[in-house]
């Protein structure tokens, strides 16, 4: 976990990033299939006298290579599709939780309880304790409760952020005037990590995001010391 998180390579931790996980998988296998099958062709051609300077027209082979690349998009197209509906859809969620991004931090918002809000800020290298990770702790952790349907909704307050966290699948563009909103169901606990994934300015690089998973019951005894 230390050697993948320091990379930014972590686990999956929602079955959203579980499916986009498989669906990658799949495509690179089609993916691989055609290109070894184009190379072979490739050098086949390229070591056999099978001429024909008559030929002028091969309309069954013409159909044959319309026909197969259009059934490989349709192998394609409709895991996509259903992924795509699996991301937008918000199904009953139990808590909200609204991000707006700021240069350069992140606010957050627990619509559900009353007055419970806070700032997030990276930590600086010197206040870094021993297990933190550089350039991407932040002072406040996010806290989530595991096994609980969430929706995030994001905003900025001045130019365009984008709030990310790939072990969970999610990315959302934060635009200033316009609410985006998004699903997670985090899987198990942990602390995963992101960062903003939109240009937006000097300090782009040092606004992270720290979520970290947890028990309803530990959830709910955080979130009333705040």
């Avoid at 993948?4 to 296998?29: P, V």
């Avoid at 859809?89 to 619509?111: D, F, R």
Wanted: charged share 15%; aromatic share 10%.
């Amino acid at each position: 976990m230390a050697t993948w998180g320091n990379i930014m390579i972590q686990d999956a931790n929602s079955s959203l990033m579980e499916q986009l996980t498989f669906f990658h998988d799949h495509t690179i296998m089609i993916l691989s299939m055609i290109t070894i099958m184009v190379i072979y062709i490739m050098l086949s051609l390229t070591k056999n006298t099978l001429i024909n300077r008559y030929l002028l027209e091969g309309q069954t082979i013409e159909l044959i290579w319309t026909m197969l690349p259009a059934i490989t998009l349709i192998f394609i197209a409709l895991p996509s599709l259903r992924l795509l509906y699996m991301i937008d859809e918000i199904n009953n969620p139990a808590i909200t939780l609204k991000v707006i991004g700021h240069q350069w931090y992140w606010s957050y918002e627990y619509s559900d309880f009353s007055d419970t809000e806070f700032d997030s800020y990276m930590k600086p290298t010197n206040e870094l304790k021993m297990n933190d990770m550089r350039l991407l702790d932040v002072d406040n952790r996010t806290v989530l409760p595991m096994n609980t349907q969430t929706r995030v909704v994001v905003t900025a307050a001045d130019v365009l952020h984008s709030w990310a966290v790939p072990a969970l699948g999610i990315k959302i563009d934060a635009v200033p005037g316009r609410l985006n909103q998004g699903t997670i169901n985090i899987n198990r606990p942990g602390v995963m990590y992101g960062q903003c994934s939109e240009i937006c300015g000097a300090n782009h690089s040092f606004m992270p995001i720290m979520i970290e998973s947890t028990t309803t019951e530990h959830f709910l005894k955080w979130i009333n010391t705040l």
